[in-house]
T-cell receptor, first 112, second 113 residues
Framework: DADVTQTPRNRITKTGKRIMLECSQTKGHDRMYWYRQDPGLGLRLIYYSFDVKDINKGEISDGYSVSRQAQAKFSLSLESAIPNQTALYFC???????????FGPGTRLTVL | DQQVKQNSPSLSVQEGRISILNCDYTNSMFDYFLWYKKYPAEGPTFLISISSIKDKNEDGRFTVFLNKSAKHLSLHIVPSQPGDSAVYFCAASRTGTASKLTFGTGTRLQVTL
């Protein structure tokens, strides 16, 4: 089955450490997204990418950076993690200008 | 500024009955709306959507109603089943804005036996 995968699924790290979360997809979609979910706040967009050469900031990009290594791979980095970046992180994909997005299983990140 | 609101954090419904989940939005530029379902330890999965040119869309047990004048949409699940127990997110987008979705805060539905 065409899928969206995220690694790692769980990560505990310390304040100040650099962390990379990875997303891969076999759906053949061109657009990819990173969201974070916090309790009571729903999902908020961090970054999105139309293709390898097109990366855009979302609603809450401060403290994050991304890299689109290939059409199928989109990684999220926290250069210097802080405790309020503790959250669930989701990667998503979509095809062209369609509205429907398909989500990976999420990464639970804890910053101590 | 929460542009998409789900004012009920939780809802409990008996198996076989109707579940109604509500969502309100403030941005009149939104023209496409989606519902996602999320189980614990999984990502959200797309359930059903509706364009602003329609006021109703059905898919099996799931129906979404859109009231543009009230900026309100609802998801009806009939009949409710225990497997429907999950968190439901409403999301909205504008055509031409890169498929950026604005999500509500979610409603946890519990379907009891």
């Amino acid at each position: 089955d065409a899928d969206v995968t995220q690694t790692p699924r769980n990560r505990i790290t310390k304040t100040g450490k650099r962390i990379m979360l990875e997303c891969s997809q076999t759906k053949g979609h061109d657009r990819m997204y990173w969201y974070r979910q916090d309790p009571g706040l729903g999902l908020r967009l961090i970054y999105y990418s139309f293709d390898v050469k097109d990366i855009n900031k979302g609603e809450i990009s401060d403290g994050y950076s991304v890299s689109r290594q290939a059409q199928a791979k989109f990684s999220l980095s926290l250069e210097s993690a802080i405790p309020n970046q503790t959250a669930l992180y989701f990667c998503a994909t979509s095809k062209g200008s369609t509205h429907e997005q398909f989500f990976g299983p999420g990464t639970r990140l804890t910053v101590l | 500024d929460q542009q998409v609101k789900q004012n009920s954090p939780s809802l409990s419904v008996q198996e076989g009955r109707i579940s109604i989940l509500n969502c309100d939005y403030t941005n009149s530029m939104f023209d496409y709306f989606l519902w996602y379902k999320k189980y614990p330890a999984e990502g959200p999965t797309f359930l059903i959507s509706i364009s602003s040119i329609k006021d109703k869309n059905e898919d099996g047990r799931f129906t979404v109603f859109l009231n543009k004048s009230a900026k309100h949409l609802s998801l009806h699940i009939v009949p409710s089943q225990p497997g429907d127990s999950a968190v439901y997110f409403c999301a909205a987008s504008r055509t031409g804005t890169a498929s950026k979705l604005t999500f509500g805060t979610g409603t946890r539905l519990q379907v009891t036996l």
